[in-house]
C-alpha cells in the first residue's frame, strides 16, 4: 500500500511538473507571437504610410519626366523600387502570422548560411487556428535550427491537403544518427529539457485536431510529419 502511494504521488507529481512546464513554454509562445504580430502591425502600417504617399511620388515622377530630368527620374524610380521591396513580404502563405514566422526563420537560417526552402500554404476555409500552425512551425524550425548540419545545409518545409487532412513535412540535412526514445520522440541532451516539450506541445497540437506527430531519418535528412485534421 505504501509504494502504491508512493508511485501515486510520483505520478501527480511528474505530471504537474510536465503541465506546469508546458504552461511556462506556452507563455514563451504567447510572447514570440505577440512579437510577430507586432511585427505584422509595423508591416502593414509601413505599407500604408507609402500607399499615402504614392500621389507625391507619382507627382514628383511626373515632374522630373516633365522637365525631362530622366537621370533623375531613374534614380527617384530605383529607390521607390527599392523601398516597396523591403516592405513586401518575400514569404506568402496566406496567413500574416504564419508569414512572419517563416520570415524570421528564413533571416536566421541566411545569416547562418543555410538553405530555407518553403513551399507552405496556410488552409483556407477550415477550422484551423492560426496560433495552433504557430507553435508547430515555431517549435519544429526551432529544432530544425539546433540540429541542420551538413556540408550544404538546408531546411525544407512542405504542407499539402488532401480532403479534410493537412500535412505539413519539415526536414532538415542532418549528419549522424539521430537518437530516438522509446516514446518515439528525438532523444534531448539539453539539461533543462526544453526540447522535449517543445515537441510535446506540437503533440498536443496535432492530437487537438486528431491528428499524430512522426519522426524519420533516411540518410542524412531528418524528417518530422504533422497530420491534422481540419475539416
Known amino acids: 500500500m505504501a509504494i502504491l502511494v508512493t508511485i501515486i504521488i510520483f505520478q501527480h507529481w511528474k505530471t504537474s511538473q510536465e503541465e506546469q512546464s508546458g504552461h511556462e513554454l506556452l507563455e514563451s509562445q504567447i510572447d514570440n507571437i505577440k512579437t510577430h504580430i507586432k511585427g505584422i502591425e509595423k508591416l ?101 535550427m539546433e540540429s541542420v548540419n551538413g556540408e550544404n545545409p538546408y531546411i525544407r518545409i512542405q504542407a499539402f491537403r488532401k480532403n479534410s487532412i493537412f500535412m505539413l513535412i519539415i526536414s532538415n540535412s542532418f549528419e549522424g544518427k539521430l537518437p530516438i526514445n522509446p516514446d518515439g520522440f528525438p532523444y534531448t541532451t539539453k539539461k533543462s529539457g526544453g526540447h522535449g516539450i517543445g515537441l510535446k506541445n506540437m503533440l498536443r497540437v496535432a492530437k487537438k485536431y486528431m491528428g499524430d506527430l512522426s519522426f524519420e531519418q533516411n540518410k542524412n535528412e531528418v524528417t518530422v510529419g504533422i497530420m491534422l485534421q481540419i475539416a
Open 44 to 144: 502593414y502600417g509601413d505599407i500604408r504610410s507609402l500607399r499615402h504617399d504614392m500621389g507625391n511620388h507619382i507627382q514628383m515622377i511626373e515632374r522630373l519626366t516633365g522637365t525631362e530630368n530622366t537621370a533623375e527620374a531613374s534614380a527617384y524610380l530605383k529607390r521607390l523600387k527599392i523601398e516597396w521591396q523591403e516592405l513586401t513580404p518575400e514569404i506568402r502563405t496566406g496567413n500574416p502570422v504564419t508569414d512572419m514566422i517563416l520570415l524570421e526563420k528564413k533571416k536566421e537560417a541566411q545569416m547562418r548560411g543555410i538553405r530555407f526552402e518553403s513551399d507552405f500554404r496556410y488552409p483556407e476555409n477550415t477550422k484551423l487556428d492560426a496560433f495552433d500552425v504557430s507553435v508547430i512551425l515555431y517549435n519544429a524550425l526551432n529544432n530544425c
